[in-house]
Protein backbone atom coordinates (compact mmCIF):
# COMPACT_ATOMS: atom_id res chain seq x y z
CA UNK A 1 0.00 0.00 0.00
CA UNK A 2 1.45 3.25 -0.94
CA UNK A 3 2.07 5.85 2.02
CA UNK A 4 2.59 8.85 -0.43
CA UNK A 5 1.28 10.40 -3.47
CA UNK A 6 3.31 12.13 -5.86
CA UNK A 7 1.54 13.01 -9.23
CA UNK A 8 -1.72 12.90 -11.49
CA UNK A 9 -1.25 11.32 -14.92
CA UNK A 10 -3.13 8.88 -17.18
CA UNK A 11 -6.17 11.03 -17.33
CA UNK A 12 -9.02 9.28 -19.20
CA UNK A 13 -12.60 9.97 -19.82
CA UNK A 14 -15.47 7.56 -21.86
CA UNK A 15 -18.56 8.73 -22.76
CA UNK A 16 -21.48 7.04 -20.91
CA UNK A 17 -24.31 5.75 -23.28
CA UNK A 18 -28.11 4.48 -22.35
CA UNK A 19 -30.00 2.65 -24.71
CA UNK A 20 -33.63 2.00 -25.39
CA UNK A 21 -33.68 -0.34 -22.68
CA UNK A 22 -32.06 1.52 -20.02
CA UNK A 23 -28.76 -0.59 -20.27
CA UNK A 24 -25.58 1.81 -19.41
CA UNK A 25 -23.11 1.43 -21.41
CA UNK A 26 -19.44 3.32 -22.10
CA UNK A 27 -17.42 4.09 -25.04
CA UNK A 28 -13.54 3.76 -25.47
CA UNK A 29 -11.52 5.61 -23.19
CA UNK A 30 -9.83 8.38 -24.44
CA UNK A 31 -6.73 9.88 -23.01
CA UNK A 32 -6.34 13.40 -21.91
CA UNK A 33 -3.27 14.97 -21.52
CA UNK A 34 -1.24 17.76 -19.26
CA UNK A 35 -3.94 17.02 -15.88
CA UNK A 36 -2.10 19.37 -13.27
CA UNK A 37 -4.53 18.45 -10.26
CA UNK A 38 -7.54 16.83 -9.40
CA UNK A 39 -9.28 17.31 -5.94
CA UNK A 40 -12.89 15.78 -5.89
CA UNK A 41 -14.60 15.95 -2.15
CA UNK A 42 -17.03 13.44 -0.78
CA UNK A 43 -20.77 14.52 -0.47
CA UNK A 44 -22.68 13.14 1.92
CA UNK A 45 -24.82 13.58 5.02
CA UNK A 46 -24.59 12.06 8.34
CA UNK A 47 -28.46 11.75 9.89
CA UNK A 48 -28.39 11.25 14.24
CA UNK A 49 -31.64 9.45 15.21
CA UNK A 50 -32.22 10.05 18.64
CA UNK A 51 -33.75 8.14 21.63
CA UNK A 52 -33.27 7.42 25.62
CA UNK A 53 -31.61 10.68 25.33
CA UNK A 54 -28.72 9.57 23.23
CA UNK A 55 -27.94 9.66 19.35
CA UNK A 56 -29.24 5.79 18.82
CA UNK A 57 -28.23 5.35 15.72
CA UNK A 58 -26.79 7.08 12.83
CA UNK A 59 -26.95 6.60 8.87
CA UNK A 60 -24.54 8.08 6.70
CA UNK A 61 -25.62 8.95 2.72
CA UNK A 62 -23.31 8.55 -0.26
CA UNK A 63 -23.64 11.47 -2.58
CA UNK A 64 -20.83 10.82 -4.38
CA UNK A 65 -17.82 13.84 -5.04
CA UNK A 66 -17.70 17.23 -6.32
CA UNK A 67 -14.55 18.99 -7.70
CA UNK A 68 -12.00 20.41 -9.54
CA UNK A 69 -10.00 19.02 -12.55
CA UNK A 70 -7.19 21.20 -13.43
CA UNK A 71 -5.46 20.83 -16.91
CA UNK A 72 -2.57 22.94 -18.44
CA UNK A 73 -5.43 23.03 -21.49
CA UNK A 74 -8.84 21.61 -22.19
CA UNK A 75 -8.59 19.93 -25.45
CA UNK A 76 -10.84 20.58 -28.01
CA UNK A 77 -11.90 16.77 -28.48
CA UNK A 78 -13.48 17.16 -24.88
CA UNK A 79 -14.65 20.01 -26.00
CA UNK A 80 -16.37 18.76 -28.89
CA UNK A 81 -17.62 14.89 -27.46
CA UNK A 82 -18.21 15.64 -23.88
CA UNK A 83 -18.72 19.58 -23.36
CA UNK A 84 -20.98 19.27 -26.74
CA UNK A 85 -19.45 22.14 -28.41
CA UNK A 86 -19.77 22.45 -32.27
CA UNK A 87 -17.13 22.81 -34.85
CA UNK A 88 -18.65 24.60 -38.46
CA UNK A 89 -18.15 24.41 -41.25
CA UNK A 90 -14.64 26.57 -41.55
CA UNK A 91 -13.49 24.48 -38.53
CA UNK A 92 -14.55 27.17 -36.02
CA UNK A 93 -15.37 25.72 -32.25
CA UNK A 94 -18.54 27.20 -31.28
CA UNK A 95 -20.60 27.30 -27.79
CA UNK A 96 -24.33 27.23 -28.06
CA UNK A 97 -26.30 28.05 -25.06
CA UNK A 98 -29.36 25.57 -25.84
CA UNK A 99 -26.70 22.11 -25.33
CA UNK A 100 -26.38 20.10 -22.50
CA UNK A 101 -23.12 18.28 -21.47
CA UNK A 102 -22.59 14.49 -21.89
CA UNK A 103 -21.90 12.06 -19.04
CA UNK A 104 -19.03 9.97 -18.90
CA UNK A 105 -16.73 8.09 -17.07
CA UNK A 106 -13.23 9.88 -15.38
CA UNK A 107 -10.51 7.53 -15.16
CA UNK A 108 -7.07 8.48 -13.69
CA UNK A 109 -3.80 7.59 -11.91
CA UNK A 110 -2.27 8.89 -8.99
CA UNK A 111 1.10 7.63 -8.47
CA UNK A 112 2.65 6.94 -5.00
CA UNK A 113 6.06 5.67 -3.48
CA UNK A 114 5.45 1.97 -4.03
CA UNK A 115 2.38 1.07 -6.33
CA UNK A 116 0.65 3.50 -8.03
CA UNK A 117 -3.56 3.70 -7.82
CA UNK A 118 -5.88 3.54 -10.77
CA UNK A 119 -9.62 5.14 -10.55
CA UNK A 120 -13.13 5.20 -12.58
CA UNK A 121 -15.58 7.56 -11.42
CA UNK A 122 -19.00 6.58 -13.17
CA UNK A 123 -21.40 9.12 -13.81
CA UNK A 124 -19.73 12.44 -14.29
CA UNK A 125 -21.16 15.92 -15.77
CA UNK A 126 -18.44 18.71 -16.05
CA UNK A 127 -18.15 22.40 -16.30
CA UNK A 128 -17.50 24.97 -18.94
CA UNK A 129 -14.10 26.14 -18.56
CA UNK A 130 -13.81 29.78 -17.71
CA UNK A 131 -11.42 32.14 -20.12
CA UNK A 132 -8.79 33.49 -18.59
CA UNK A 133 -5.49 35.18 -20.07
CA UNK A 134 -2.56 37.51 -18.65
CA UNK A 135 0.20 39.10 -19.66
CA UNK A 136 3.67 38.04 -19.65
CA UNK A 137 6.07 39.27 -16.69
CA UNK A 138 9.79 38.38 -16.01
CA UNK A 139 9.38 34.71 -17.06
CA UNK A 140 6.88 32.77 -19.11
CA UNK A 141 4.35 31.21 -16.43
CA UNK A 142 1.73 28.40 -17.75
CA UNK A 143 -1.65 29.38 -17.52
CA UNK A 144 -4.06 26.51 -16.69
CA UNK A 145 -7.86 25.54 -17.00
CA UNK A 146 -10.20 24.40 -14.20
CA UNK A 147 -13.13 22.27 -14.76
CA UNK A 148 -15.90 21.85 -12.54
CA UNK A 149 -16.51 17.92 -11.51
CA UNK A 150 -19.35 15.78 -10.36
CA UNK A 151 -19.49 12.02 -9.70
CA UNK A 152 -22.94 10.65 -8.95
CA UNK A 153 -24.06 7.47 -8.16
CA UNK A 154 -24.92 5.07 -11.13
CA UNK A 155 -26.58 1.68 -11.86
CA UNK A 156 -23.66 0.34 -14.06
CA UNK A 157 -23.73 -3.45 -13.13
CA UNK A 158 -26.25 -4.75 -15.29
CA UNK A 159 -29.02 -6.60 -13.53
CA UNK A 160 -28.03 -5.56 -9.92
CA UNK A 161 -30.02 -2.26 -8.99
CA UNK A 162 -26.92 -1.18 -6.31
CA UNK A 163 -25.56 1.97 -7.47
CA UNK A 164 -21.84 2.64 -7.80
CA UNK A 165 -19.92 5.74 -7.38
CA UNK A 166 -16.21 5.04 -8.28
CA UNK A 167 -13.32 2.11 -8.66
CA UNK A 168 -9.96 2.14 -7.04
CA UNK A 169 -7.16 -0.32 -7.46
CA UNK A 170 -5.21 -1.80 -4.76
CA UNK A 171 -2.00 -3.60 -4.10
CA UNK A 172 -4.08 -7.10 -4.49
CA UNK A 173 -5.41 -6.48 -7.80
CA UNK A 174 -4.31 -8.97 -10.72
CA UNK A 175 -2.14 -7.71 -13.35
CA UNK A 176 -4.02 -7.92 -16.32
CA UNK A 177 -7.50 -5.82 -14.99
CA UNK A 178 -4.31 -3.14 -13.96
CA UNK A 179 -2.73 -3.19 -17.16
CA UNK A 180 -6.25 -2.88 -19.12
CA UNK A 181 -7.75 -0.63 -16.70
CA UNK A 182 -7.38 2.51 -19.60
CA UNK A 183 -8.58 0.27 -22.40
CA UNK A 184 -12.36 -0.12 -21.11
CA UNK A 185 -14.41 1.44 -18.10
CA UNK A 186 -13.96 -0.80 -15.09
CA UNK A 187 -17.69 -2.27 -14.47
CA UNK A 188 -17.34 -4.32 -10.68
CA UNK A 189 -17.67 -7.78 -10.64
CA UNK A 190 -18.86 -10.19 -8.30
CA UNK A 191 -18.80 -14.07 -8.04
CA UNK A 192 -20.70 -15.96 -5.72
CA UNK A 193 -18.56 -19.84 -4.77
CA UNK A 194 -20.98 -22.33 -5.01
CA UNK A 195 -20.74 -25.20 -2.65
CA UNK A 196 -20.96 -28.70 -4.30
CA UNK A 197 -21.48 -31.65 -2.27
CA UNK A 198 -19.37 -34.32 -3.07
CA UNK A 199 -20.66 -38.02 -2.99
CA UNK A 200 -19.05 -41.46 -3.34
Known amino acids: MPKVKFNICNAHVAEKNIDETGKITFGTPEAVPGSVSVSLEAKGEISPFYADGIIYYKSTSNSGYDGDWELAHVPDSFREKILKEVMDAMKVLVEKTNVEGKEFAFGFQIDGDTKNT?????????????????????????????????????????????????????????????DDWFKQVYIPQFTVAAETEKTE
Do not use: H, M
Open 118 to 178: RFWFYNCTATRPTTTGKTNEDKKEPQTETLKISATPEKVVEGDDDYYVRAKTTDEVDKSTY
